[in-house]
């Protein structure tokens, strides 16, 4: 699957291979430079709004260069797509996180093995929101996809699942 989980976008021009190399190196280190960003923030205890300004900001500005050459599906941007949902949810924005999770949920689909617990928890984390946002026809849905996955994974009788089923 290493063809689609890197994923070039489709352009009339297509880039080179130089240029499919740079951005992989640029990625690689924006993703490393967001854990470093996140990690000593983190430790100074900021408060919310200007650490998730500054790391969200990261995220989108990486989206976007990274965006020009690979398609969503690239894990690389799947990767800073999940750290950007991971902001939001952090700064308290439902909607944006919400929007981030349903760009990630169906490469996570594809890429993943059918019963991942990558996909269930991405499920899990979409229900939670849609219900946080009034939104429970797709919430409960969500959920149950979550479950469906998590059962066989887990098996029936796992409490988490009652949890989720409450």
């Known amino acids: 699957q290493d063809k689609e989980k890197l994923e070039i976008r489709k352009l009339n021009d297509p880039p ?36 998730g300004v500054e790391l969200l900001e990261i995220c989108e500005l990486s989206l976007d260069k990274m965006g020009a050459v690979f398609e969503d599906s690239n894990v690389y941007m799947l990767h800073m797509m999940y750290q ?5 949810l952090y ?3 439902w909607e944006g996180a919400l929007r981030y999770g ?12 059918s019963y991942s617990l990558n996909v269930a928890s991405m499920w ?15 919430g409960v849905k969500a959920l149950e996809r979550a479950i469906a996955i ?17």
């Not at 190399?21 to 709004?49: G, Q």
């Not at 950007?84 to 939001?88: E, L, Q, R, S």
Request: charged share 30%.
């Open 16 to 51: 080179s291979a130089e240029t499919v190399r740079d951005m992989i190196k640029y990625a690689r280190n924006v993703i490393e430079e967001f854990r470093r960003a996140k990690h000593y923030k983190y430790i100074l205890c900021l408060t919310l709004t200007p650490l």
């Open 84 to 88: 950007a949902m991971g902001v939001c």
């Open 91 to 93: 700064v308290q924005d």
């Open 102 to 113: 349903q760009k990630i949920i169906r490469p996570y689909s594809k890429h993943y093995p």
């Open 124 to 138: 899990l984390k979409l229900g939670r929101l849609y219900m946080a946002l009034e939104n429970r026809t797709a």
């Open 150 to 166: 998590m059962e066989v994974a887990h098996g029936k009788d796992h409490p988490y699942i009652s949890e989720i089923k409450k």
